[in-house]
């Protein structure tokens, strides 16, 4: 059922869908809720063709739950949610990051809190994303800003959850979910699968290679293997009250993604040379592109990806302009990373246009703005 390759006018939720057909998804479970609710639909129909298995459950938690079993049983496996259902599977994404289980979660942002603003857009979720669960772990995230990216952001998804297994996280909003624009779809799509264990004797699952990434066991093939959330050994042993053991478990789960940012960061650069630069992401950075596409007093930075913290080109901007102008639409949360890295790499001043309220910051928006900076 995955579409053929060409050129097609899609939603941006119908282009997550093909997206996660073309990574090869082979099951979703889901429960519906606005402004998300198009990706459950779409893929009720496709999957039933693509020799795939569709749930809708009775809650979120139970839709995040049968995701992740369904990833142990051996697919590729995903759900699609917005704001108080993301909250609601707080708990099993820690489960997943713990068990180290591939999943992707695909969250339709909306104003909030609780039912807030069901059919406007918001970015109220992308501190939730990283720190939502408890304890100390990471995540990948990545941002579209497009039809387009909603396609290649999905695949992206999949193939760095299966690569690093972890849960990955698509952050689109109301604005980008239902937007409708072009979608190319090429003839070949880079797809990674996890890389499967061998069976050279039945502990080989515990096994940890350098890159810190175990190989995924398969059930029926012979492998002893534990699924826990408890902290343990890497020989299947459950040790909570080992201090040692927690302290090289949890550091593992959270180095395996750190140290590879470079390979799963994400950005697109506008006008590097200007001294004033935004660094926005999503629909927010929608009327900062046509500014700088315009004036080339101003740059862009604007992030594809926010989980891992793409510390790298955050800096490399700070380093090269005088002043930084920070567009959300929240009050303020990836500001303070960004603020914290652009400070460090000697960017003193720093600012927020930050927009709630379920409509992005406009071009005129942005160029008032930049006016009162003294940047146009």
Not at 179 to 202: F, S, Y
Request: net charge negative; aromatic share 8%; hydrophobic share 40%.
């Amino acid at each position: 059922m995955k579409i053929a390759p060409g050129e097609y006018f899609l939603q941006g939720n119908e282009a997550c869908v093909q997206g996660a057909l073309s990574a090869g998804v082979r099951f979703f479970a889901g429960y519906p809720i606005t402004p998300s609710t198009e990706i459950a639909e779409g893929l009720s129909h496709k999957l039933k063709g693509a020799d795939g298995v569709f749930l809708q459950m009775e809650d979120e938690i139970a839709c995040i739950s049968a995701v992740i079993g369904a990833s142990w049983g051996g697919v590729k496996a995903m759900t699609a949610t917005s704001g108080p259902g993301f909250s609601l599977m707080q708990e099993a994404i820690g489960y997943a990051a713990m068990s180290e289980t591939p999943v992707v979660i695909v969250n339709v942002m909306r104003g909030g809190p609780s039912t807030g603003q069901p059919t406007r857009a918001s970015q109220g979720d992308v501190m939730q994303t990283k720190y939502g669960s408890h304890g100390d772990y990471q995540v990948i995230a990545f941002a579209p800003a497009s039809v387009q990216e909603m396609f290649d952001l999905t695949v992206d998804s999949f193939n760095y959850s299966e690569k690093y297994r972890v849960p990955a996280f698509l952050l689109s909003d109301a604005e980008i979910g239902h937007m409708r624009g072009l979608l190319k779809i090429p003839e070949h799509i880079r797809i990674i699968d996890r890389k499967e264990k061998g069976m050279k004797r039945p502990d080989e699952a515990y096994d940890v290679p350098d890159n810190l990434v175990h190989p995924f066991p398969v059930f029926g093939k012979g492998h002893k293997t534990m699924i826990t959330g408890m902290t343990h050994t890497d020989t299947s042993k459950i040790e909570p009250e080992d201090a040692r053991v927690h302290q090289e478990l949890v550091e593992r789960l959270s180095e395996k993604i750190l140290r590879n940012r470079k390979d799963i960061n994400k950005w697109e650069l506008m006008c590097p040379g200007s001294k004033t630069m935004i660094v926005s992401y999503g629909s927010a950075s929608l009327g900062a592109k046509e500014v700088a596409a315009s004036d080339d007093r101003v740059g862009l930075l604007r992030l594809k990806s926010l989980w891992p913290f793409p510390e790298e080109p955050v800096a490399e901007v700070a380093r090269n302009c005088s002043q930084i102008l920070v567009s959300e639409m929240n009050l303020g949360m990836m500001y303070w990373e960004i603020k914290r890295v652009a400070v460090e790499n000697g960017c003193k001043k720093v600012e927020l246009l930050s927009k709630i309220g379920g409509d992005p910051p406009t071009p005129s928006e942005f160029r008032h703005r930049l006016r009162e900076m003294g940047a146009l």
